[in-house]
């Protein structure tokens, strides 16, 4: 019924940059607040950055200043670019969108599948 699907991950020297995309489509009245997790291997996954659908965003600390969270309204996408790239922000990145199917339903969240981002020392 909604589906997302992340693109743009993949394998970056330290100090490099990724820009990550997720495309919502599906049957889609409105998308409420959308974000970024990642999760490391035998680690659980955790907010990386949100943003709402006014653009207001939210960080976690370990990439602030470095992550910059986007979104294109009227193309249902959300963007995060990644600069400055560290080892420790290996992971695989997961977006997660909060949907309305239709105008009278509650939202529901839903999840991409996730794409790899890996940063070579």
């Known amino acids: 019924q909604v589906q997302l699907v992340e693109s743009g991950g993949g394998l970056v020297q330290a100090g490099g940059s990724l820009r990550l995309s997720c495309a919502v489509s599906?049957?889609?009245?409105?998308?409420?607040?959308m974000g970024w997790y990642s999760q490391a291997p035998g680690k659980q996954r955790e907010l990386v950055a949100s943003?709402?659908?006014?653009?207001?965003?939210n960080y976690a600390d370990s990439v602030k200043g470095r992550f910059s969270i986007t979104r294109d309204n009227p193309k249902n996408t959300m963007y995060l670019q990644m600069n400055s790239l560290k080892p420790e922000d290996t992971a695989v990145y997961f977006c997660?969108?909060?949907?309305?199917?239709?105008?009278?339903?509650?939202?529901?969240?839903?999840w991409g599948q996730g794409t790899q981002v890996t940063v070579s020392s």
């Open positions: 943003i709402t659908s006014a653009g207001i965003t």
């Open positions: 599906g049957t889609i009245f409105s998308i409420n607040d």
């Open positions: 997660n969108a909060e949907v309305k199917t239709r105008r009278f339903f509650g939202p529901e969240h839903y």
